[in-house]
């Protein structure tokens, strides 16, 4: 009787395996700056687990052990770098495809990339590709300009104040010409590069039953939101018309290179400061307001119907975690005025030493901030507040978002 058991287990396990590798390979592709490299440190996610509603996330997430999960059934081939020096690392998708110094090794951190791809993979009765391609600093409107939204045009008043200030409208017109679209083609470049030899990345591949491209989720927005001279008017409405415009001419251009007409997309939209009645300083939300709304407007135009989606990211900021932070810039604000003898401040005639200054500063953040607050920040954040404080509950959360919503439009 033993052995019969042991026997139907084994068949009922290959007849699994058997399922898993028969069906056409899903491949997801993301894309993206900075926040889709991911600056969430793995040392923070143990503070998902403190909080009850995200609590059955973190269990997800790690093993038995306790250490971040090992996906059986995804796996991912991430390119990123500084410069001109890209590299690729790839393999098992596991936490620590976030930021990397070194492309090819883990370098502790996690995007939205981890929690989309257990999602998308527990969701799929077939194996999982991700390819991810990100790199900070970079603009929609230039870096990952495609095709159809044609070259960058300079605006009259951006080219006489860059005339004012003496620079060489030529050259930089040139420069502007050869970075057009140079991400934009690397991204396609390592797309195609690895569906064309996919084994190499997922072992996994039935070559007999194929692939799809099943979803594409995008995650950008710092520098385009941040960008005076291209979007003179962005703190009123429709001041960021071109953003939206690049935006749809992105999603068409990257449908037909790629040969998925129908291909699902989600647009994640920029949350960096919480809700805009919330958190957001005053100044700063009219400028957040019209920038998400432009992001967000493809995925009401009737041409995407159905299959682009605009996903808010900024339910998943962490308020209490912001709240502490703009403790600790005062702190920092208190630290430099004492160096820089601020004349309202207890350094005004200089005649504090370092050791003094120091010692001020230590009393300041203690009153300021707490020896409470400060463990939570510890345990909660690990980066700046354009990258969403380093939280990887807020990391883990975006790439949930994500890739529930990709699953909506494939049902």
């Not at 926040?35 to 923070?44: F, S």
């Not at 799929?124 to 095709?147: C, E, N, Y």
């Not at 997922?202 to 491209?213: D, F, H, L, R, T």
């Not at 007409?261 to 939300?285: H, Q, S, T, W, Y």
Request: hydrophobic share 35%; net charge positive.
């Amino acid at each position: 009787m033993k052995n019969l058991t042991l026997a139907l287990c084994i068949s009922a396990l290959a007849l699994s395996f058997s399922d898993l590798h028969a069906q056409k390979l899903k491949v997801y592709i993301l894309a993206g700056q900075s926040n889709m490299e991911g600056h969430a440190k793995v040392t923070t996610f143990g503070y998902i687990g403190e909080d009850p509603v995200t609590a059955p996330l973190l269990r997800e997430m790690c093993d038995a052990t306790g250490k971040p999960r090992v996906c059986d059934d995804v796996w991912i081939s991430y390119l990123t770098g500084s410069g001109r020096r890209n590299g690729e690392g790839f393999g098992k998708l596991t936490a620590g495809y976030g930021s990397r110094r070194n492309p090819a090794k883990d370098g502790g951190k996690i995007g939205p990339e981890f929690t989309f791809g257990i999602q998308v993979g527990k969701a799929s009765k077939a194996p999982v590709l991700i390819i991810k391609t990100a790199w900070g600093g970079k603009s929609l409107h230039t870096d990952f300009r495609s095709p159809s939204a044609g070259p960058y045009v300079f605006d009259t008043k951006q080219l006489q104040r860059l005339v004012d200030r003496g620079k060489d409208i030529d050259k930089l017109k040139a420069d502007k010409l050869a970075a057009t679209g140079h991400y934009y083609r690397l991204m396609l470049e390592h797309v195609r590069k690895v569906l064309g030899d996919i084994k190499r990345v997922c072992p996994a591949y039935n070559e007999k039953k194929g692939y799809e491209i099943a979803g594409f989720a995008w995650f950008q927005g710092w520098n385009d939101m941040v960008d005076r001279g291209t979007y003179p008017k962005r703190d009123k409405p429709g001041g960021y018309d071109s953003y939206t415009s690049c935006m749809a001419h992105f999603i068409r251009d990257v449908r037909k290179d790629l040969n998925a007409p129908a291909m699902p997309f989600v647009i994640g939209v920029m949350g960096v400061g919480g809700p805009i009645d919330e958190g957001l300083e005053k100044r700063n939300r009219a400028t957040h307001t019209h920038f998400r709304a432009a992001m967000a407007e493809p995925a009401a135009m009737a041409e995407f119907k159905g299959n682009v989606t605009a996903v808010q990211t900024a339910p998943y900021w962490d308020t209490r975690l912001a709240a502490i932070a703009a403790k600790m810039d005062k702190v920092r604000n208190m630290t430099r005025m004492l160096r820089n003898k601020h004349k309202k401040h207890a350094n005004k005639d200089g005649t504090m030493s370092p050791k003094e200054q120091r010692a001020y500063v230590d009393r300041y953040r203690a009153e300021v901030v707490g020896a409470q607050d400060a463990a939570l920040f510890e345990r909660g954040a690990s980066n700046a507040g354009y990258h969403y404080l380093g939280c990887a509950k807020t990391m883990a959360r975006i790439g949930e978002a994500f890739a529930k919503a990709m699953l909506a439009m494939q049902r």
